[in-house]
């Protein structure tokens, strides 16, 4: 079937240490975004690829960085992560001409 | 900039009742997307009905409808016959037809179906 997918599902960090998380599509579209939702609140965009476009949110920190080498995967770099960068980090998928965003399962991060 | 608001951060019914979770937004454009999406404990958030703001006719998916009332910018969703697998967290989101296809959400509503 075809997803979106991300790795891992849960991510222990230090804080301070550096760390990445993946998402990769098999639905062959071409925007994809990153989000972060912390407990009990709704998802707040982070930033997004149009094709190979990157568009970052205005008030998403420097701290957070983005890439996509292709059109299957999306990664997202925390450089320094803090306390308050503990979330769950979810990746979506759309075509550029639907407006219908697909999910994928999120991963977690704890930073201790 | 585009809000949206729920103000109903939990809710709780019986199976098989019907159940309105309500959703109001703000915004000044004419045009615009509307969408209920549910995200399951521990799984990922899955559409589940969307409502394009030039259509009048309210937007229906099985048990799923909403009451899109454009002039006070309210955008409820109903669950009709409602089922254990309904419990979720439900999101009201906005999108802007304009530029980037970006999602803004409300806070949530947490719903509890019980047996």
Not at chain 1, 20 to 31: A, D, E, F, G, P
Not at chain 1, 45 to 66: G, I, M, R, V, W
Not at chain 1, 95 to 108: I, K, L, M, V, W
């Amino acid at each position: 079937d075809a997803m979106v997918i991300q790795n891992p599902r849960y991510q222990v960090t230090q804080f301070g240490k550096p760390v990445t998380l993946s998402c990769s599509q098999t639905l062959n579209h071409n925007v994809m975004y990153w989000y972060q939702q912390k407990s009990s609140q709704a998802p707040k965009l982070l930033f997004h690829y149009y094709d190979k476009d990157f568009n970052n949110e205005a008030d998403t920190p420097d701290n957070f960085q983005s890439r996509r080498p292709n059109t299957s995967f999306c990664f997202l770099d925390i450089r320094s992560p803090g306390l308050g960068d503990a979330a769950m980090y979810l990746c979506a998928t759309s075509r550029g001409d639907s407006h219908e965003q697909f999910f994928g399962p999120g991963t977690r991060l704890t930073v201790l | 900039a585009q809000t949206v608001t729920q103000s109903q951060p939990e809710m709780s019914v019986q199976e098989a009742e019907t159940v309105t979770l309500s959703c109001t937004y703000d915004t000044s454009e004419s045009n615009y997307y509307l969408f209920w999406y549910k995200q399951p404990p521990s799984r990922q958030m899955i559409l589940v009905i969307r409502q394009e703001a030039y259509k009048q006719q309210n937007a229906t998916e099985n048990r799923f409808s909403v009451n899109f009332q454009k002039a006070a910018k309210s955008f409820s969703l109903k669950i009709s016959d409602s089922q254990l697998g309904d419990t979720a967290m439900y999101f009201c989101a906005f999108m802007s037809i304009q530029g980037a296809q970006k999602l803004v959400f409300g806070q949530g509503t947490r719903l509890t179906i019980n047996p």
